[in-house]
C-alpha cells in the first residue's frame, strides 16, 4: 500500500520559514513527479509546486513564487517545500503529491494526508 506522509507543519510568525517534508513507502517514485498543494479553510485547494522526476524542471504557484523552494532526495524517496518569508495568508492545510508519471502536468495520483501550517501576525 503506498503511503506518502508529511510532516515540518507548525505554527510560525510571519516573516519566518518552515521546511516540509514528505515521505514515500510503499513504492518508489524516483522516476515520478512529486507536487505540493494547499488548502484554506473555505477555500479550494490550491496548486503550490511542483517538480519533475530528475528534478529538472519546477513550477511554482504565482502565490508562493520567489519564497518557496521544492527539491527532493530520490535516494531517500523524501520531496520538501521549503517556505520562506511566511505570510498569514499561507496558512493552510498543506499536501505533498505524486504522480504515476515523470512530468510535471497532468492528475497527480497520490496524496498525503496534509500538514498544518499556521502563519501568526
Known amino acids: 500500500q503506498v503511503q506518502l506522509v508529511e510532516s515540518g507543519g507548525g505554527l510560525v510568525h510571519a516573516g519566518g520559514s518552515l521546511r516540509l517534508s514528505c515521505a514515500a513507502s510503499?513504492?518508489?517514485?524516483?522516476?515520478?513527479?512529486w507536487g505540493w498543494f494547499r488548502q484554506a479553510p473555505g477555500k479550494e485547494r490550491e496548486f503550490v509546486g511542483a517538480i519533475s522526476w530528475n528534478g529538472g524542471r519546477q513550477l511554482y504557484g504565482d502565490c508562493v513564487k520567489g519564497r518557496f523552494t521544492i527539491s527532493r532526495d530520490n535516494a531517500k524517496n523524501m520531496v520538501y517545500l521549503e517556505m520562506n518569508s511566511l505570510k498569514p495568508e499561507d496558512t493552510a492545510v498543506y499536501y505533498c503529491?505524486?504522480?504515476?508519471?515523470?512530468?510535471?502536468?497532468?492528475?497527480?495520483?497520490?496524496w498525503g494526508q496534509g500538514t498544518q501550517v499556521s502563519v501568526s501576525s
Open positions: 510503499g513504492r518508489t517514485f524516483s522516476r515520478n513527479a
Open positions: 503529491s505524486a504522480r504515476v508519471a515523470p512530468t510535471i502536468e497532468g492528475v497527480y495520483d497520490y
